[in-house]
Structure formats: C-alpha cells, structure tokens
C-alpha cells in the first residue's frame, strides 16, 4: 500500500485515480526526464516542478490563475459545438463561454472539403461577421491526406511507402502540397474578402512534413499580400512525421522538427499566433504528461516574437483523451500552462 494521504488525480485516459504526494513528484520528475531525452531540451528547473507538483497535489475539484494573470482564450471549431445554427454557436461561445475569439469552419474541417463551397462560406462569415463583436477566423486542418486516392486525384503515399517506392511518394506528396497551397491561398483571399479577421491551419501536419511545408507556403503568400490578416497555425503533434522526409524551409529540415523549431518558422512566414501540440500518453498520469509538455514547450517563449497558444485539448496539452475532458483536468493544464510557462494565451 502507499503511504502518506492519496490525492485524487487522473490518467490519460481521464481515469479518476489516488495516488500520494510521493507518487506525483516522481512521475513529474520522470515525465521532464522523458521529454528533455526525447526532444532535446533542457529539463524544468526544480522550482517549476516544485510548482507544477503544488497544482497536482491539490484535491480541489478546481484550480484556476490568480485575477490578473487570465490570458486569451482562441477557441477553434466554434462553428459546430452545439445543435444550433453555427451563427448561434459562435454567439453562444462569445456572451455564454467568454470565448476571446471565434471561428467558422465547417463540420468536415477539411481544406479541400471547403473548396467546394467557398463562395458559400464566404457569405456566411460575411453575416456572422454583423452579428459579433469577438474577432472572427476561418478554420481549417490543411488535411493532405485527402488529396490522395482515394478521395484526391494523388497518388496514395501511405499505400507506395510500404510497396518501396519511395520517389513515387515523396512526387506524390509535393503534388498534393502544391494543390494545397493553391486551395489555402484561394480561401485566405476569399474570407479577407468577407471580413475575416485571421484564418486557422488547425492540426497542421496530420499527414506529415509535405502538409507543413504547404501551411508555411501559403501563410508566406498570404502575409504579402495582407499585412493585416491573423494566421494562426496550430500543429497535429509535438514533431513532425517525415512522410517525405527531404522537405525543408528556409533551409531547415522540416521532418522530425519539434514545437521550438516549428515556431521558428511560422515566425519566419508570418503566423501571427503559434499553437504547439504535446501528445498526451493514456497510461500515464496526467501529472506526468503535464510536466512533458511543459518541458518539450518552454523553449518556444524564450524565442517567441508572436503569441504562444499551446493546445489544451482532447489528448494533447496534459488534457485527457477524452471527447468531453473533465474539468479537474482541464483547468489544471491551464494553470500550469499559465503559471509555469507564462503562456500568452490557450
């Protein structure tokens, strides 16, 4: 049996589940560990996980920042959270939730989905617009995978990897980057058009580097062309798969790069907000997880000229992987987040 008092706490998996202050201070210790091997980084001082264990180690059914220290909330999918029209949705989100910020999208979420019926989106964004005061984006997930075969017109590089042919998928990549990128900046032009006032690549890099190079290309272009248009990019996990694994920017080898690098360069393309992911481990603690996750994070504030909005979500963030994550989990992410890295806004 341990000893000493139990605390309840979570898994990954959002499990409720005891364990003793002893317990929580080695899995914080030993998720900084795995992190810093991992990603190459500096472990968290012993201060920040003296603090991080002080969050953990509260039985509080909720933990919060003190007043003043609150940061922005960028709320993605705004658009389809509830069973009302996605206008109400976002008002909802706006006056209900206190969401500092909203976005259309729709339910697919998927790039070449929205191709389809842009004009359409346009003018919807264009109505919700009149109705909300919290500035509006457009989101989408650039999701690469669906301009292969066979839902797109590319060559399939998750079927020709396994076969051997590598030169077929890394042409089939850089095809479906290219139309891509097209399709990124023909909405980017559409929704400035409509009154947007910045656009969302969520979950960026889902379907490896070739997704990332098209989201930094397009966000390139589209910073030429309006300063003042918001880009946020938000990343699919902590370092990016190397599907094609020869892909670079800016002179940096995109495949096997972690959210430090990856914030490196959306600064170097124009993102104005940078979301970094930390995947979450469902059979560790959620003390643990937490503590990787500031570990592998820390290094992009020391660099960050833009905003710095991690993902605390569904499985990412020290969040659980849940689809409706339980708030005792949830607010403590924040709070570390907040309190530890000092975060500019989630």
């Given at each position: 049996m341990?000893?000493?008092?139990?605390?309840?706490?979570?898994m990954?998996?959002?499990?409720?589940?005891?364990?003793?202050?002893?317990?929580?201070?080695?899995?914080?210790?030993?998720?900084?560990?795995?992190?810093?091997?991992?990603?190459?980084?500096?472990?968290l001082?012993?201060?920040?996980q003296a603090?991080?264990l002080?969050?953990?180690g509260s039985p509080?059914?909720f933990?919060s920042?003190?007043?003043?220290?609150?940061?922005?909330?960028?709320?993605d999918g705004?658009?389809?959270k509830?069973?009302?029209t996605?206008?109400?949705?976002?008002q909802?989100?706006?006056q209900?939730?206190?969401?500092?910020?909203?976005?259309?999208?729709?339910?697919?979420?998927?790039?070449?989905?929205v191709?389809?019926i842009?004009p359409?989106?346009a003018q919807?964004?264009?109505?919700?617009?009149?109705?909300m005061?919290?500035?509006?984006?457009?989101?989408?997930?650039?999701n690469?995978?669906?301009?292969?075969?066979p839902?797109?017109?590319?060559?399939?590089?998750s079927?020709?990897?396994?076969?051997?042919?590598?030169?077929?998928?890394?042409?089939?990549c850089?095809?479906?980057l290219?139309?891509?990128?097209?399709?990124?900046v023909k909405?980017g032009?559409?929704m400035?058009?409509?009154?947007?006032?910045?656009?969302?690549?969520?979950?960026?890099?889902?379907?490896g580097?070739?997704?990332?190079?098209?989201?930094?290309?397009?966000?390139?272009i589209?910073r030429?062309k309006?300063?003042?248009?918001?880009?946020?990019?938000?990343?699919?996990?902590?370092f990016?798969?190397g599907?094609?694994?020869e892909?670079?920017?800016?002179?940096?080898?995109?495949?096997?790069?972690?959210?430090?690098?990856?914030?490196?360069?959306?600064?170097?393309?124009?993102?104005?907000?940078?979301?970094?992911?930390?995947n979450i481990?469902?059979?560790?603690?959620?003390?643990?997880?937490?503590?990787?996750?500031?570990?592998i994070i820390?290094p992009?504030?020391?660099?960050a000229?833009i905003p710095?909005?991690?993902?605390?979500?569904?499985?990412?963030?020290?969040?659980?992987?849940?689809?409706?994550?339980?708030?005792?989990a949830?607010?403590?992410?924040?709070?570390a987040f907040?309190?530890i890295?000092?975060i500019?806004?989630?």
């Amino acid at each position: 049996m341990p000893e000493g008092p139990t605390i309840p706490t979570r898994m990954g998996d959002g499990t409720l589940v005891r364990m003793t202050r002893s317990e929580l201070r080695a899995d914080i210790e030993a998720g900084c560990l795995a992190a810093a091997k991992r990603a190459h980084v500096e472990p968290l001082t012993a201060d920040e996980q003296a603090h991080l264990l002080e969050i953990y180690g509260s039985p509080a059914r909720f933990a919060s920042v003190d007043i003043g220290d609150e940061v922005v909330l960028s709320c993605d999918g705004t658009g389809m959270k509830t069973h009302a029209t996605r206008q109400q949705d976002m008002q909802s989100f706006e006056q209900w939730l206190g969401a500092d910020l909203v976005e259309l999208c729709v339910g697919d979420y998927s790039l070449k989905v929205v191709r389809t019926i842009l004009p359409y989106e346009a003018q919807y964004l264009h109505d919700a617009q009149l109705q909300m005061v919290a500035p509006m984006q457009y989101g989408v997930m650039p999701n690469l995978g669906l301009y292969a075969k066979p839902d797109g017109p590319c060559d399939n590089w998750s079927e020709l990897l396994p076969a051997g042919d590598i030169a077929g998928a890394r042409a089939a990549c850089e095809e479906a980057l290219e139309m891509a990128v097209e399709d990124m900046v023909k909405l980017g032009d559409a929704m400035y058009e409509a009154g947007a006032d910045g656009l969302d690549w969520d979950t960026t890099g889902a379907s490896g580097d070739a997704e990332v190079l098209a989201a930094l290309r397009a966000t390139e272009i589209l910073r030429d062309k309006y300063p003042d248009l918001g880009i946020e990019l938000g990343m699919a996990a902590e370092f990016v798969l190397g599907m094609h694994g020869e892909l670079v920017y800016d002179g940096v080898r995109l495949a096997g790069s972690w959210p430090h690098q990856q914030m490196l360069l959306a600064q170097k393309a124009g993102a104005t907000m940078f979301g970094p992911v930390v995947n979450i481990n469902t059979g560790k603690s959620c003390a643990w997880n937490m503590s990787r996750a500031l570990t592998i994070i820390k290094p992009c504030m020391a660099d960050a000229t833009i905003p710095i909005h991690p993902n605390v979500g569904m499985g990412v963030g020290g969040v659980p992987m849940f689809v409706y994550p339980v708030v005792d989990a949830v607010c403590r992410a924040s709070k570390a987040f907040v309190e530890i890295l000092r975060i500019d806004g989630l």
